[in-house]
Nanobody, 127 residues
Framework: QIQLVESGGGVVQAGASLRLSCAAS????????MAWFRQAPGKEREFVGV????????DYADSVKGRFTVSRDNDKKMAYLQMSSLKPEDTAIYSC????????????????????WGQGTQVTVSS
């Protein structure tokens, strides 16, 4: 079972950029699709973005498309979420998640498909 640890959260002003990191251990990282989800207080968990095992495919929520980028480095067992043009409504706890998949499996937005989760990192965007 892969273990995940996020870092890089913080408090920033609207319009700023921030990069979150997700460090993986205990599994063959390249066999996992990696996704980011977020949850704001009083709201449901929300899909943010996902990247395929090899990094060739990605998908984003409409709310972050064009502002956020998911990437990964399989050699370092790291996944990243680069966030730019941050808005107050991006304030949430951001969590990375891993889904063990076959190479040809489609990437998923459904959090039920992800079996490994990090503890989350808080991102607060002030206006």
């Amino acid at each position: 079972q892969i273990q995940l640890v996020e870092s890089g959260g913080g408090v920033v002003q609207a319009g700023a950029s921030l990069r979150l990191s997700c460090a993986a251990s205990g599994g063959q990282f390249s066999r996992y699709a990696m996704a980011w989800f977020r949850q704001a207080p009083g709201k449901e968990r929300e899909f943010v973005g996902v990247i395929s095992r090899g990094g060739s495919n990605s998908d984003y929520a409409d709310s972050v498309k064009g502002r956020f980028t998911v990437s990964r480095d399989n050699d370092k067992k790291m996944a990243y979420l680069q966030m730019s043009s941050l808005k107050p409504e991006d304030t949430a706890i951001y969590s990375c998640a891993a889904r063990h998949t076959i190479l040809t499996a489609p990437i998923s937005r459904d959090y039920h498909d992800y079996g490994s989760w990090g503890q989350g990192t808080q991102v607060t965007v002030s206006s």
